[in-house]
């Protein structure tokens, strides 16, 4: 059983999680900026960084697969949206690579669901997956835009 307080701690004292805070700078998706800001990456990917520094302190290979993957589905919404068709190797991959459903659509949906974000690429990811997999979670589920004031 992973002791989850002890993993915590390990990743937010870890000097190469603290020297990654603060880079990024605001941009489409992500107007936050910063990974720091991201949470209250560079050309090898951030997902498979995020996914490197978690194995050292998690063996839970789903959870490391939602990782390395989570941007996936918007990645493929991109391809679709720019060409009207997308890579379907890609997408299946993605359904077999992921076990935990529910995590990954949940996970999704907290994500694509800031103030910044268009909700399509999420609607898009329900239709695309509906009948596919196995999860609590729907469209019905997506939180809709809030208008800052």
Excluded at 12 to 18: H, K
Excluded at 106 to 134: H, M, Q
Aim: charged letters at 25%; hydrophobic letters at 35%; aromatic letters at 12%.
């Amino acid at each position: 059983m992973v002791n989850y307080q002890k993993a915590f701690q390990a990743v937010v004292t870890d000097p190469q999680y603290l020297a990654n805070l603060d880079w990024g700078k605001p941009r489409e998706g992500h107007s936050e900026g910063t990974v720091r800001a991201h949470i209250r990456g560079i050309e090898r990917n951030h997902a498979s960084l995020a996914r490197e520094l978690l194995s050292r302190y998690c063996n839970d290979e789903d959870l490391l697969m939602m990782v390395q993957y989570h941007d996936e589905p918007f990645a493929l919404y991109r391809q679709y949206e720019t060409r009207g068709k997308y890579n379907q190797d890609r997408l299946a991959n993605l359904l077999n690579s992921i076990s935990d459903w529910n995590l990954f659509l949940a996970f999704n949906i907290i994500d694509g669901c800031t103030s910044s974000k268009s909700r399509e690429p999420l609607y898009w990811l329900f239709r695309e997956v509906a009948g596919r997999v196995d999860s609590r979670f729907t469209a019905d589920d997506i939180m809709p835009t809030v208008q800052l004031s």
